[in-house]
């Protein structure tokens, strides 16, 4: 199966930065759609921001001109850049990726989260 490994987290500023990583395995890296979600406590599960196979992003309007998702196909790894953070940015983030294989099948996979902590 395909493993997705976070790094990059950790305790900012209100207005700081990180850039989280996201290195997965999988010969067919390149055409996984990719993306990031995050959990705070008390809340549901947000959608943050996914990537296609040809670069195409979305974002949650939450994060929409602070937050910016890329991959680098090459190294089998996805990123996100975080700028402009804010205290309501503190959660859990997961890395996502959803495979196609043959016949059409899809799977879904995670990682096991990365921990930002914006203070206020």
């Known amino acids: 199966q395909v493993q997705l490994t976070e790094s990059g987290g950790g305790l900012v500023q209100t207005g700081g930065s990180l850039r989280l990583s996201c290195a997965g395995s999988?010969?067919?890296?390149?055409?996984?759609?990719l993306g990031w979600f995050r959990q705070a406590p008390g809340k549901q599960r947000e959608l943050v921001t996914t990537?296609?196979?040809?670069?195409?992003?979305n974002y949650a309007d939450s994060v929409k001109g602070r937050f910016t998702i890329s991959r680098d196909n090459a190294r089998n790894t996805v990123y996100l850049q975080m700028n402009s953070l804010k205290a309501e940015d503190t959660a859990g983030y997961y890395c996502?990726?959803?495979?196609?294989?043959?016949?059409?099948?899809?799977?879904?996979?995670w990682g096991q989260g990365t921990q930002v902590t914006v203070s206020s």
């Open positions: 996502y990726a959803r495979t196609t294989g043959s016949y059409g099948l899809t799977e879904d996979y």
């Open positions: 990537i296609s196979s040809g670069g195409s992003t």
């Open positions: 999988g010969r067919m890296f390149s055409q996984y759609v």
